[in-house]
């Protein structure tokens, strides 16, 4: 508390942090409703800062977990097992002012590039190295080879819905069943379950039916503020005997092209998570981005 006061920062209301946040805007682990959420359900021991420059003018909020974490931090997030509720922690992405904040009194070691670019006391080389998967531009050659996929997943009897034309009572179990077939375990959709119920458009994307039976689907969770879209690839379930269709490429082509219409439609940034760059397929639809360590 006293580094964050010696820095300017000053304890607030969480009306006040919501009014940075429409100000300045954040991925999910800021979004007011998503902290709303946790704060109620769990003892994550939240204080909420806000700070101004010397005219007063509002530059920055914080919300900071269990002394000094900046909401959204996986130590956090993994003590208290929010990672239950089918949502990513890759990215700490707070409300503040691009260029107007030097020191961040607050820890974390996910802080987005976004934010980090300005901040003296963060690095993404001392003790980090971690780094994120965001969607590239579709060229046009790809755009024409997804295309021809999906058309012959269409051809072969293959049609597609918006998950929001699901309801969570008949969505979670397609997901269910899709995880399992693809890996083998159960996807526990209970915590998504009570999160859907207050908040149930924080879903993105479609669902690949194969003659009327869903065979694939990604989890992706949306959040939005005024100028970019917020998308997080969290996992995805497919029907594997249709493997030879590549079901699992067609769907994340679909959810990267209804992203890209859905930011163009609102003239909007879309900033779309694949999460770590843990796996090789990633590396087909995305850019890999320096996430940066505070140090407080």
């Not at 209301?13 to 946790?38: D, V």
């Not at 934010?115 to 965001?134: K, Q, T, Y």
Request: glycine residues 6%.
């Amino acid at each position: 508390m006293k580094l964050q006061k010696l820095f300017g920062w000053k304890e607030c209301s969480f009306h006040e942090y919501k009014q940075a946040y429409a100000k300045f805007g954040g991925n999910l682990s800021s979004e007011p409703r998503i902290l709303e959420f946790f704060h109620k359900h769990h003892d994550l021991n939240e204080n909420f800062f806000t700070k101004k420059n010397d005219n007063g003018e509002l530059i920055g909020a914080i919300c900071s977990w269990e002394n000094g974490y900046i909401s959204g931090e996986q130590k956090i997030a993994k003590k208290h097992n929010l990672g239950n509720y089918l949502l990513n922690f890759d990215e700490v992405m707070p409300p503040i002012k691009k260029d107007s904040i030097r020191i961040l009194p607050f820890k974390t070691k996910y802080l987005s590039a976004i934010n980090s670019r300005n901040i003296m006391n963060s690095s993404h080389f001392l003790d980090a190295n971690r780094e994120i998967s965001i969607v590239n531009n579709v060229s046009s050659k790809t755009r024409n080879s997804r295309n021809r996929e999906l058309r012959k997943f269409i051809d072969s009897g293959g049609s597609i819905r918006k998950i929001s034309e699901y309801d969570i009572n008949s969505l979670l179990p397609i997901y269910e069943k899709l995880y399992f077939q693809r890996r083998g375990t159960g996807a526990g959709t209970e915590g998504a379950r009570n999160l859907l119920s207050e908040i149930p458009d924080l879903l993105f994307g479609s669902v690949l039916e194969m003659h009327g039976e869903p065979c694939a689907m990604q989890w992706i969770t949306k959040s939005e503020d005024h100028q970019r879209i917020y998308l997080d690839y969290v996992n995805a379930g497919m029907n594997m005997e249709l493997k030879h269709l590549s079901v699992g490429t067609i769907i994340a082509w679909i959810n990267v092209r209804d992203a890209i219409d859905y930011g163009t439609a609102r003239n909007k940034e879309v900033r779309f998570s694949f999460g770590r760059p843990s796996a090789d397929y990633k590396e087909r639809w995305c850019t890999a981005e320096p996430l940066s360590r505070v140090f407080a």
